[in-house]
């Protein structure tokens, strides 16, 4: 497994600076949950981690992200390589409606030419472990459209797999989901980091509970967006050492 | 005791519209009519106006290539003749060579301006390619007679000596200058610039959170163009290609300068024969007698006729293959 570290990340849009000086570091086979009020830069910081951020005319950023102790923005990187390592989920679900079920699982080899031997035991692997196998697995042939916006996702996810990430990035997986499929892809959430780093962004401070190891809180008061606190998960919800945390923890703002 | 419980009949759910909305729906009822009108109106002129004529000639008015007429020194008619075939031959030709040639690289400059080109070129390139769409026709047929024509018929024999075992490509007698080639050359790039603002737009509405599931994928841009944004855009593509063909059929001037008119089915894009329904049309208007005024009426309903058909086809086309990539 890999391991990732984010190295005084700072991020701007233009001339706003959204996010200052966050340095972070992601053990391998861990969960850890960003969370924090809207506009505080959680989602920013996670598009840094694979080089997403880039795509928005503009942005810029400062700083390390370290894979493996090397750093993903180093002159001569080839990008596609880095998003292929870091995977990532988004909150929309957004599987390929020209594809078929298959081919959306599949359909990350294809798009970074990459080879396998055998295709059908990947996509049941990766079906089984995004969770969606035993629901799917006589429809392959349908088209990603076909399914519930909770299996869409879990499709998403499987996809993400289908390329052996070592680290998954998921920037709000659950937000356009009913509960149910929630609970559903939090223990996904929980089986995946026993092979892989996990990063996610939530707004819902009990899923942040029940899945991740470690939390990070983000503020952003006015200012760029900053890290307030970073500890063990039930240490930032039960002492956490801000009085902010404690006050956005408790439902207090936000 | 066995209870019956009947549904009740659905209600009829009405509203009054205010006075407003009523006028207003009015209005833009007119307008959404106009064309129509319009449209059946100029059938209407045609077909009243080239009716003798179509019943005198019958089905030959397809399929004949003959166009000549007689009159005595009264001006009566005394023999007549008058076929479309070669003239729809080559309108379909010239317009099939012009969307060959016009749709890759249309495709291409709509993919580039949208995912390669930086900001300022692409506005700067945006620019020229709506001011090339608003350029006179009859200067493209100018400069295809000037500058084309004489290149063409290098690359004619060219395409001749290498390719000439394609039926369509072989010709016997170099004539190469006035054929259906150069025509849709010139057609191609006058139907380029739809074509490409069409495409241009269609792409740029791909959304973008399909673009980005691509490239967190570890897709190239080609890679995450082939899966996400031709899909997704191919419905919009061959609609503008359409529209494309449906100009290069239309188109007069332009043809009329750089094509020599022969009343002779030529199936063989280098040589020099051939001739498009508009350009007869043109060729002709200023000499005809009353009677032959009523054939080229005739040859503009079947030309009418034809692009409608065309349109039919390309609607049919998107429908099918439009759903899949949304």
């Known amino acids: 497994m890999s391991s990732l570290s984010a190295r005084g990340i700072h991020a701007w849009f233009g001339k706003h600076h959204a996010l200052e000086d966050i340095s972070l570091d992601f053990a391998p086979g861990t969960v850890t949950a960003l969370i924090g009020p809207s506009g505080c830069g959680k989602s920013t910081f996670i598009r840094t981690l694979n080089r997403m951020h880039e795509f928005i005319p503009s942005a810029a950023m400062a700083g390390e992200v370290l894979l493996d102790g090397k750093d993903v923005y180093a002159p001569g990187t080839d990008v596609t390589k880095i998003r292929l390592q870091i995977g990532m989920v988004f909150q929309k679900p957004n599987p390929f409606p020209s594809m078929t079920i298959g081919?959306?699982?599949?359909?990350?080899l294809k798009l970074a030419q990459l080879?396998?031997?055998?295709?059908?035991?990947?996509?049941?692997?990766?079906?089984?472990?995004?969770?969606?196998?035993?629901?799917?697995?006589?429809?392959?042939?349908a088209h990603g459209g076909s399914l519930s916006g909770g299996q869409q996702q879990r499709l998403c996810i499987a996809r993400a797999l289908a390329v052996k990430p070592q680290v998954l990035l998921m920037d709000e997986p659950c937000s356009a989901l009913d509960p149910g499929s929630t609970l559903r892809i939090e223990e996904?959430?929980?089986?995946?980091?026993e092979s892989?780093?996990?990063?996610?962004?939530t707004h819902n401070m009990q899923q942040a509970a029940r899945v991740s190891d470690h939390t990070?809180?983000?503020?952003?008061?006015?200012?760029?967006?900053?890290?307030?606190?970073?500890?063990?998960?039930?240490?930032?919800?039960?002492?956490?050492?801000?009085?902010?945390?404690?006050?956005?923890?408790?439902?207090?703002?936000? | 005791m066995l209870s019956m419980t009947t549904a009740p009949a659905p209600r009829e759910i009405t509203t009054q519209p205010r006075r407003s909305d009523r006028i207003f729906r009015r209005v833009v009822t007119a307008g959404g009519l106009s064309s129509l009108v319009i449209l059946s109106l100029i059938t209407i002129f045609l077909a009243y106006r080239g009716f003798e004529v179509l019943r005198q000639e019958g089905l030959r008015f397809i399929t004949s290539s003959q166009w000549s007429i007689t009159?005595?020194?009264?001006?009566?008619?005394?023999?007549?003749?008058?076929?479309?075939a070669a003239m729809l031959v080559g309108t379909i030709l010239c317009a099939f060579i012009a969307v060959v040639i016009a749709l890759p690289i249309s495709v291409a400059s709509a993919l580039f301006l949208n995912f390669y080109s930086p900001q300022w070129l692409k506005k700067f390139l945006v620019a020229v390619i709506d001011m090339m769409a608003a350029f006179p026709s009859i200067l493209f047929g100018i400069w295809g007679f000037l500058v084309l024509m004489p290149s063409a018929e290098y690359w004619a024999k060219i395409l001749n000596h290498h390719l000439g075992f394609i039926p369509v490509l072989k010709i016997a007698p170099y004539v190469v200058?006035?054929?259906p080639f150069v025509a849709g050359v010139v057609l191609a790039i006058m139907i380029i610039p739809i074509i490409t603002s069409v495409s241009r737009e269609v792409f740029s509405q791909t959304p973008l959170d399909r673009i980005q599931a691509a490239y967190a994928l570890g897709a190239t841009r080609w890679g995450m163009i082939k899966a996400v944004v031709l899909p997704y855009g191919r419905s919009g593509v061959i609609g503008g290609a359409m529209l494309g063909l449906g100009r290069a059929m239309g188109e007069t001037v332009a043809v009329f300068t750089v094509l020599n008119i022969v009343f002779q089915v030529n199936w063989h894009i280098?040589?020099?024969?051939?001739?498009?329904?508009?350009?007869?049309?043109?060729?002709?208007?200023?000499?005809?007698?009353p009677y032959e005024i009523k054939a080229l009426m005739a040859a503009g309903l079947v030309l009418f006729i034809l692009t409608l058909m065309v349109n039919a086809i390309a609607d049919l086309i998107v429908k099918k293959t439009g759903k899949s990539g949304r």
């Open chain 1, 103 to 108: 081919e959306n699982v599949l359909s990350g």
């Open chain 1, 115 to 141: 080879k396998v031997d055998n295709k059908d035991d990947l996509l049941e692997e990766c079906l089984e472990r995004a969770g969606l196998w035993k629901e799917v697995k006589d429809r392959l042939g």
């Open chain 1, 188 to 193: 996904t959430i929980r089986h995946l980091s």
């Open chain 1, 196 to 201: 892989m780093t996990i990063v996610i962004v």
């Open chain 1, 216 to 254: 990070a809180f983000f503020l952003s008061d006015g200012g760029p967006g900053h890290m307030v606190e970073f500890a063990p998960t039930n240490e930032i919800f039960s002492r956490p050492k801000d009085k902010r945390t404690e006050d956005y923890v408790t439902g207090r703002f936000g």
């Open chain 2, 71 to 84: 009159t005595d020194d009264a001006g009566n008619v005394v023999e007549s003749h008058f076929g479309l």
């Open chain 2, 177 to 179: 200058t006035r054929s």
């Open chain 2, 270 to 289: 280098l040589l020099g024969a051939g001739g498009n329904v508009a350009s007869l049309i043109i060729l002709k208007f200023g000499e005809a007698s």
